[in-house]
């Protein structure tokens, strides 16, 4: 079973609309979660990271952690067709803490005039 | 900017053959990671590296080895190519567990 799960597996958004999608986790071994962003024919991108329960914002973007149910959400704010990318939630633990991070697998985000 | 570079960016190779994958950082970084990008999969972890000399087990090593010779350089080797091997590779670089991970833009082979 995929450890880090996403939904939707993609959507479509509107140029200056608001996109959001969502990354749960069985493990409660997760206590880091980060969101990375890959555009076609690059390697992936990270984009913000929250460790805390809340909100946590940087520029159009924000994130939103719920430790408690394992919960983490992006929501882009007046997306742009820049923002048209795979985004992957990924995890990280304390009994895993040398593999690193643990990825889902992605949320398409479709930016179109 | 912190740096991953691998080589080659793209490679076909013939089942049965030996294939070796090169990644080198500049970022000073002690974790090193090959993961593997399939559609339907994400990212899996191969293979990865917290200090020279010694490599370890990701999720997926079967059909994979590694070797970390240096802090800066951690390669890739499949002794025996499989068509099940054709994917991107992505090798990344960290300075601990828990922080940012930089990849590089990716190996994509095709095995035939």
């Known amino acids: 079973q995929q450890k880090v799960q996403q939904s939707p597996e993609s959507l479509s958004v509107p140029e200056g609309g608001m996109a959001s999608f969502n990354c749960t986790s069985s493990?409660?071994?997760?206590?880091y979660f980060w969101w990375y962003r890959q555009h076609s024919g690059e390697g992936p991108k990270a984009l913000m990271?929250?460790?805390?329960?809340g909100d946590k914002k940087e520029g159009r973007f924000t994130a939103h952690l719920n430790k408690a149910s394992l919960h983490v959400s992006l929501h882009i704010r007046d997306s742009q067709p820049s923002d048209s990318a795979l985004y992957f939630c990924?995890?990280?633990?304390?009994?895993?803490?040398?593999?690193?991070?643990?990825f889902g697998l992605g949320t398409r985000v479709s930016v179109f005039p | 900017e912190a740096a991953v570079t691998q080589s080659p960016r793209s490679k076909v190779a013939v089942t049965g053959g030996k294939v070796t994958l090169s990644c080198h950082q500049t970022?000073?970084?002690?974790?090193m990671y090959w993961y593997r990008q399939d559609t339907g999969h994400g990212l899996r972890l191969i293979h990865y590296?917290?200090?020279?000399?010694?490599?370890e087990k990701g999720d997926i090593p079967d059909g994979y080895k590694a070797s970390r010779p240096s802090q800066e350089n951690f390669s890739l080797i499949l002794e025996l190519a499989s068509l099940s091997q054709t994917a991107v590779y992505f090798c990344?670089?960290?300075?601990?567990?828990?922080?940012?991970?930089?990849f590089g833009k990716g190996t994509r082979l095709t095995v035939v």
């Open positions: 990344a670089s960290g300075q601990n567990a828990n922080t940012e991970v930089f």
């Open positions: 493990d409660r071994n997760f206590q």
């Open positions: 990271s929250i460790f805390s329960d």
């Open positions: 990924a995890a990280s633990g304390i009994n895993n803490y040398a593999q690193g991070l643990t």
């Open positions: 970022n000073n970084h002690d974790y």
């Open positions: 590296s917290y200090v020279a000399d010694s490599t």
